[in-house]
């Protein structure tokens, strides 16, 4: 019967999704954002918790989840990338990721170079780590003492969660499919701009972005719950924010380009250049390539995205291209000679801020409109967290 036994469908349907949710955040609170990048530090309760959670409900050792996913950034789509769908196929990860997950979690080398600093006092020695089937198998008889029969379906529910949203959605789908809004060099994409399902992993593209941000929202259109909490917890002093991601802020009536413009352009190498892409190489690519055939405009496209690995008949194709089209070819010129204040780190601060001076002056005397809007925008540019 379980101690409950006047519960209706629904009733369980929604006491079983407050259970994965509580998963959930531990996994992406706990797991991510704690102990694999150290973005936030959470008190003991809390840390806790979200340890005994996690045993009872997915069996996870900590220093395995943190070491293969912390290899999985270090290797991102390689051959050795644990759970890339570009190298192993998306069926493969989205369907068999707890298989990929459990054949490294075996490798003793990637938990020894990429597990340190996770939690090694005797109830992870002697308990969670010595014993990770007997948190599920307590959860198990827990939820049929509850629930009676039904107790083995939210059982089951709770089983499948982790493997299927986590290893299954997150390291497949969110490698494969979604919008970007930063250009890093993996592929990782946000599924929805609603972080909300998976505690805010939906926005794996802004992650990679960033991957020591505790909040995974980036636009103004992105909610993540994970954040949220994260946010509640520190409001009653049981965590504290070590690192978020910056935003770029722009001051139009600001017209000098000053140290405080070089920091935030510099320092934010992903957001300008995202920026650019948006601002400045949309428009001109919609406009300028018109007349082209649907090769080039593609070619040129992917040249002006940030792929340069051309073979020497492609390379002497795109210069073509750009002869016959003096903005495209300014516009590259441009994009080349910003990626290259990056370059200069043995130039001294006021070089760097020279240099930036005269891109600034060099755009805006193209006469390029997009071009010249991008680079008014640039010297209002500053930082807030």
């Not at 379906?153 to 499919?177: E, K, R, S, T, Y």
């Not at 428009?283 to 090769?295: G, M, R």
């Not at 070619?299 to 002006?304: D, E, S």
Request: contains cysteine; proline residues 3%; aromatic residues 10%.
């Amino acid at each position: 019967m379980g101690f409950f036994p006047d519960l209706g469908v629904w009733q369980l349907i929604g006491l079983t999704l407050v259970l994965t949710h509580i998963t959930i955040v531990s996994v992406t609170v706990f797991l991510h954002r704690a102990q694999a990048h150290g973005s936030v530090e959470l008190g003991p309760v809390a840390s806790h918790f979200f340890r005994f959670w996690l045993w009872l409900t997915t069996g996870i050792v900590t220093i395995e989840w943190v070491a293969i996913h912390r290899k999985h950034h270090a290797k991102c789509e390689t051959e050795d990338d644990p759970h890339s769908p570009q190298v192993k196929g998306l069926n493969r990860v989205l369907w068999g990721g707890l298989g990929l997950y459990r054949a490294e979690a075996r490798n003793l080398e990637t938990l020894e170079k990429y597990g340190r600093g996770t939690p090694k006092d005797w109830l992870e020695a002697n308990v969670y780590r010595k014993w990770p089937s007997a948190g599920i198998s307590l959860m198990l008889l827990i939820d049929v003492a509850c629930f009676g029969l039904a107790g083995l379906a939210v059982w089951a529910v709770q089983m499948l969660w982790i493997p299927f949203w986590a290893a299954g959605v997150i390291n497949g789908v969110a490698h494969f499919w979604g919008y970007r809004n930063w250009n890093t060099p993996d592929a990782a994409r946000n599924i929805s701009p609603l972080g909300i399902l998976i505690g805010g992993e939906e926005l794996h593209n802004n992650h990679h972005a960033f991957a020591s941000s505790a909040r995974l929202s980036n636009k103004w259109y992105e909610f993540d719950i994970g954040w949220f909490y994260i946010r509640l917890m520190e409001l009653l002093k049981m965590a504290k924010v070590k690192k978020v991601a910056p935003r770029l802020r722009i001051n139009r009536e600001k017209l000098t380009v000053d140290l405080e413009t070089m920091s935030a352009v510099l320092g934010n190498r992903l957001q300008v250049m995202s920026n650019f892409g948006r601002q400045v190489v949309q428009p001109v690519v919609k406009q300028e390539l018109a007349a082209f055939s649907k090769l080039d405009r593609t070619l040129v496209k992917r040249m002006l995205s940030g792929a340069v690995e051309f073979d020497t008949q492609t390379k002497e194709r795109l210069q073509g291209i750009l002869r016959d089209s003096p903005v495209l070819q300014a516009v590259h010129h441009s994009q080349e000679q910003l990626h290259e204040l990056w370059g200069r780190t043995t130039s001294n601060q006021q070089a760097r801020l020279e240099s930036l001076q005269q891109w600034i002056h060099e755009a805006e005397e193209t006469g390029i409109q997009a071009l010249q809007e991008f680079a008014q925008r640039m010297r209002g540019y500053s930082v807030v967290s």
